[in-house]
T-cell receptor, first 118, second 114 residues
C-alpha cells in the first residue's frame, strides 16, 4: 500500500495558462475525490468518481475545470485559462466503500498539489 | 452557510493533559463523522470516525464522542503529546445514506506544549 500520490507537488503558472494535475489512488480503491483547500479553510469538495464514472460535481467546479478517470485508475484535473482565484491546494482522496466486515467511508488523502497563479 | 463549524481556531494544551476539540454541524442528514489531522505541506491524515448509530468510538489515545441531539461531536486526545501539534479538521458526510463527499470545518490548530 503506497498511499495516494499526486503530481506535481507544486505548480506556478501565469494567468490564462492551462494546468493539469494527476492523482494516483490507493490501488484497490474504486472511489476517487478531488477537493480544493485555500488558506484558513477546510478542504472543499469538487468532484468524485466511482471507477471511471464521474458521479457528482460541486458548484465550485466551473466550466474551466474538467476531471477525468479514463480507466478507473488514475485521475487528472485540468484547469483552463487559470485565474488568480484558482490559487489553492488541490487534494485528491480515495476510498473503498465496502470491505469484509462492513462499509468503509474513510477517505485517504494524497499530499496535494499547490497551485500558484501569478 | 457553514454546515460544519469548528469555533475554536486554536487550542494550547500542556503535554500529558487532555486535548478536547469541538465540532458542531447543522445538516441533520449527516450520518458519518471523521477527524483528520494535517501537518503543513501535507494532505490530511485520517484519525478516527464515528457513525451516527454510535455515541462513542475509541482508538488508542483518541476518542470521538457524538451527541446527535445537540449536533455536536468532540475529539479527546489523552495524554497529549508534542507530536500531536497540528491542525485538526472535523468532517461529515451522509455516507451511510449513499452521499459520500465530505464537508469539512475550518480546522482547529492544536499546540501541545512540552
Amino acid at each position: 500500500d503506497t498511499g495516494v500520490s499526486q503530481n506535481p507537488r507544486h505548480k506556478i503558472t501565469k494567468r490564462g495558462q492551462n494546468v493539469t494535475f494527476r492523482c494516483d489512488p490507493i490501488s484497490e480503491h474504486n472511489r476517487l475525490y478531488w477537493y480544493r483547500q485555500t488558506l484558513g479553510q477546510g478542504p472543499e469538495f469538487l468532484t468524485y468518481f466511482q471507477n471511471e464514472a464521474q458521479l457528482e460535481k460541486s458548484r465550485l467546479l466551473s466550466d474551466r475545470f474538467s476531471a477525468e478517470r479514463p480507466k478507473g485508475s488514475f485521475s487528472t484535473l485540468e484547469i483552463q485559462r487559470t485565474e488568480q482565484g484558482d490559487s489553492a491546494m488541490y487534494l485528491c482522496a480515495s476510498s473503498f466503500p465496502s470491505r469484509p466486515g462492513g462499509p468503509s467511508y474513510e477517505q485517504y488523502f494524497g499530499p496535494g498539489t499547490r497551485l500558484t497563479v501569478t | 452557510d457553514q454546515q460544519v463549524k469548528q469555533n475554536s481556531p486554536s487550542l494550547s494544551v500542556q503535554e500529558g493533559r487532555i486535548s478536547i476539540l469541538n465540532c458542531d454541524y447543522t445538516n441533520s442528514m449527516f450520518d458519518y463523522f471523521l477527524w483528520y489531522k494535517k501537518y503543513p505541506a501535507e494532505g490530511p491524515t485520517f484519525l478516527i470516525s464515528i457513525s451516527s448509530i454510535k455515541d462513542k468510538n475509541e482508538d488508542g489515545r483518541f476518542t470521538v464522542f457524538l451527541n446527535k441531539s445537540a449536533k455536536h461531536l468532540s475529539l479527546h486526545i489523552v495524554p497529549s503529546q508534542p507530536g500531536d501539534s497540528a491542525v485538526y479538521f472535523c468532517a461529515a458526510s451522509a455516507a451511510v445514506s449513499g452521499n459520500t463527499p465530505l464537508v469539512f470545518g475550518k480546522g482547529t490548530r492544536l499546540s501541545v506544549i512540552a
